[in-house]
């Protein structure tokens, strides 16, 4: 499954996600690419509103994780300034992974390629110029 979205502003893209929300189940991976600025959070913000998250969804950037509560449980991930397995280990990285409970979401995937599962819907994020994005999500 490949689809290509435009979008016309951050709220078009967390609209995106939000409809990605809803077709994901327990232990399922959303593996986020793109540059700097692309609207990965953005999106996420949108996954976690279709999962029912009240909280507001903050980069994890120094945090490396977050988790919330919602429709089942909520993890976000930035590897960002992961710089080796040790750190991941550290962060619990493997406990959020399948066969973990909930739907787990990370920002910057390409850096952890090998660690992300086979059925994780990889969503690619790039600037198509202003506030427009180019979204390819696929599995």
Do not use: C, N
């Amino acid at each position: 499954m490949e689809r290509i979205v435009s979008t016309h502003g951050p709220e078009e893209t967390e609209e995106v996600g939000f409809g990605l929300a809803s077709l994901l189940t327990d232990g399922d991976v959303v593996a986020l690419v793109g540059e700097l600025g692309a609207g990965k959070t953005t999106f996420v913000r949108g996954l976690a509103r279709g999962l029912f998250v009240k909280e507001a969804i903050l980069s994890p950037s120094f945090l490396l994780a977050r988790s919330y509560e919602g429709r089942i449980p909520f993890h976000h991930l930035d590897a960002y300034r992961i710089t080796s397995p040790r750190e991941l280990a550290e962060v619990g990285l493997e406990e959020l992974l399948p066969p973990s409970a909930g739907v787990t979401a990370v920002e910057w995937a390409d850096r952890i390629a090998d660690l992300i599962p086979p059925q994780a819907v990889w969503v690619t994020l790039e600037h198509a110029g202003d506030d427009r994005r180019r979204i390819t999500l696929r599995r």
